[in-house]
């Protein structure tokens, strides 16, 4: 069966998108080695940015063997040229960087995905401010800290914890959620901040000091609720603090993602002069 060139592109990208979805959601394969090295390195990942990685991971094989002479033979995919039955500058060659197209279409994609995500964790330090130590005690009497990243120090209540389980592609994910008191608290009376440990339960320090930045959402919805029917509810005001918050992680892949950011520019930059001279050339030979 003969296909042209547009259809052998489309079963191409379908498989790749079948794959990434098979790992995806059976958390296995380039997917799960990705999570893995996350949880590892951070304490926790990301399912959609996880999910675009392991996209590109997937297509990087497909493109090197679609470049093997013999499989270009038989299954040509010609990436950097116009396919069939389109015409010169029509969107689809566009996006497909095509031979029509002198804009680098793939570095510029990666630079400003790459630049995106670094600005991501970015964002995570710059509104995080300066480290404050506080007491429970001090915002139980409505002292308000004067930034986002702190040091608290309390009583953590392991007997009203409440554990989130969240069943996600086959497994399960459990985040623990604790209020942090003052020793003169009593049950009953409101909370002003709650400690989100991640998944690693450490409520049993009963006197401690915990780190972490203010995750400005609150409470999850259920969480919130199961906390309002229980001995230790919300203050009004309260304060979510997420233990798991590491700066130097975060400065780290703001740094790494930055500067693939950049080099990717870069490559853009070389290779569009390339691309101009090429166009040059075909329209001079086709005059």
């Known amino acids: 069966m003969n296909l042209t060139l547009k259809q052998r592109r489309g079963i191409v990208i379908a498989i790749v998108v079948l794959l990434t979805g098979y790992f995806w959601f059976t958390y296995s394969g380039p997917y799960m ?3 893995e090295l996350s949880l590892n390195w951070r304490g926790s990942y990301e399912p ?3 999910g675009v990685l392991t ?3 997937v297509l990087l094989p497909v493109a090197l063997i679609s470049e093997i002479p013999a499989v270009k033979r038989r299954f040509p995919l010609d990436l950097f040229k116009v396919p069939e039955g389109t015409t010169p500058g029509s969107p689809y060659n566009i996006v497909l960087y095509s031979d029509d197209s002198v804009i680098p279409w793939w570095p510029l994609g990666i630079g400003i995905i790459c630049l995106g995500a ?3 964790y970015g964002s995570q330090l710059w509104t995080a401010g300066e480290r404050t130590a506080i007491t429970a005690s001090q915002l139980e009497a409505g002292v308000r800290p004067s ?4 040091d608290v120090t309390g009583c953590a209540l392991p007997s009203e914890a409440i554990h989130e389980v969240v069943k996600e592609r086959g497994k399960e994910e459990e985040t623990v959620f604790v209020p942090l008191v003052s020793s003169t608290w009593e049950r009953g009376q409101p909370v002003y901040v709650y400690l989100d440990l991640g998944k690693v339960n450490r409520a049993h320090e009963a006197e401690a000091r915990w780190s972490g930045r203010v995750a400005w959402s609150g409470l999850p ?3 919130r609720e199961s906390f309002n029917r229980s001995d230790a509810p919300p203050a009004e005001e309260y304060f979510l603090l997420d233990t798991t918050f590491n700066p130097r992680e975060h400065q780290s892949m703001f740094v790494s993602l930055m500067v693939a950011g950049v ?3 870069v490559v853009a930059a070389i290779r569009y002069p390339y691309l101009l001279h090429k166009r040059k050339i075909r329209e001079g030979a086709g005059g």
């Open 263 to 265: 080099f990717s520019f």
């Open 55 to 57: 996209g590109l991971v």
């Open 33 to 35: 080695w990705l999570a």
């Open 221 to 223: 919805g259920m969480i």
């Open 48 to 50: 959609t940015f996880i």
């Open 118 to 120: 670094s600005l991501y």
């Open 147 to 150: 930034s986002g990243w702190l």
